[in-house]
């Protein structure tokens, strides 16, 4: 007994040093825990999040190895750590990929506004084809006709218009309509759309592997989730059972919204103006940006 105790002693003593203090080390920490923050949202959000709760598991479990003094399972912990690493590198390939997309997309100055002034921006679409757009979309839903509509942001969706059948047309509702009615040759798969124009048809969308999306969801919402995991994009979805819209945007699922969610969401994406306000530094989130992907 007194020799587990003086083990315990012997590790908090190892571990539990105070350092020296300074006010440099102060934004290390802040640094450090925003990017720990960032992460632990990334494995939340991923199929590795069991995987995490396996690794703290086996830490703990070390950690008690190493009070205790088990020398046995800490060398084949050591022996072990390395090829683990390497293991769930190559496991967990697609999410620390997407991970990394994400992080290079991610403006982090987006969320600050500092002075009194506004600014134009270059919009991605016109006010026009936001109201087309509505416009389809719930004429669409009333029917209970299926659609899937990708709106190209940063990231070039030209990897997924080759799939497809070139349209280059300019946005109408009836044109989208069209499209979407059944047993037109071009109502499967999704529409791309980039700027104010159609730019083509029937293409095909890599599917969401999440495990938290819903199981009542289908391929038309799972492509939908899927491309917004790894582009920038935002999709529009109708769902042919329901005739419920929804919306998917940056690997998450905005189910049940109406017109005028749907405005708000297509006009943050056509970013046509910046505002800021004097002494303003932090705009935060919408008041419609809540996760429902269950």
């Known amino acids: 007994m ?3 105790i003086q083990n315990i002693i012997d590790f908090a003593s190892s571990y539990l040093v105070i350092p020296d203090f300074k006010p440099t080390d102060a934004l290390e920490i802040v640094i450090i825990s925003f990017l720990i923050y960032e992460v632990m949202v990334w494995i939340k959000d991923t199929r590795s999040w069991q995987l995490f709760k396996g690794i703290v598991m086996l830490l703990v479990f070390v950690m008690f190895a190493s009070i205790l003094n088990l020398t046995t399972i800490l060398w084949l912990a050591e022996k072990t750590l390395n090829v683990g690493i390497i293991a769930v590198i190559i496991v ?23 002075g009194d002034e506004s600014r134009n921006v270059n919009e991605k679409f016109s006010d026009r084809t936001i109201n087309e757009l509505i416009k389809a979309t719930y004429e669409l839903a009333k029917t209970k006709t299926g659609a899937l509509v990708v709106i190209e942001q940063e990231v070039s969706l030209s990897e997924y218009e080759r799939t497809g059948i070139d349209i280059d047309s300019v946005i109408s509702s009836q044109l989208l309509i069209n499209i979407f009615e059944h047993n037109t040759p ?42 917004s995991e790894v582009t920038d994009s935002l999709t529009i979805i109708v769902s042919e059972e329901t005739g419920k819209v929804a919306v998917a945007l940056e690997g998450k699922i905005y189910r049940n919204i109406d017109g005028e969610q749907l405005r708000k969401y297509l006009v943050t994406a056509q970013n046509k103006k910046v505002e800021s306000k004097r002494f303003k530094i932090w705009k935060g989130r919408h008041d419609n940006e809540k996760d429902t992907v269950k």
Request: proline share 3%.
């Open 2 to 4: 007194r020799a587990v």
């Open 92 to 114: 967990f390939q697609p999410e620390l990929r997407r991970a990394l997309e994400q992080i290079g997309r991610k403006n982090i100055f987006a969320n600050f506004n500092i």
């Open 186 to 227: 071009l109502h499967d798969g999704a529409v791309i759309i980039r700027h104010d124009r159609i730019v083509s048809a029937t293409c095909y969308l890599p599917l969401s592997d999440n495990m938290e999306l819903s199981k009542e969801l289908g391929t038309r919402h799972r492509a939908g989730v899927g491309v």
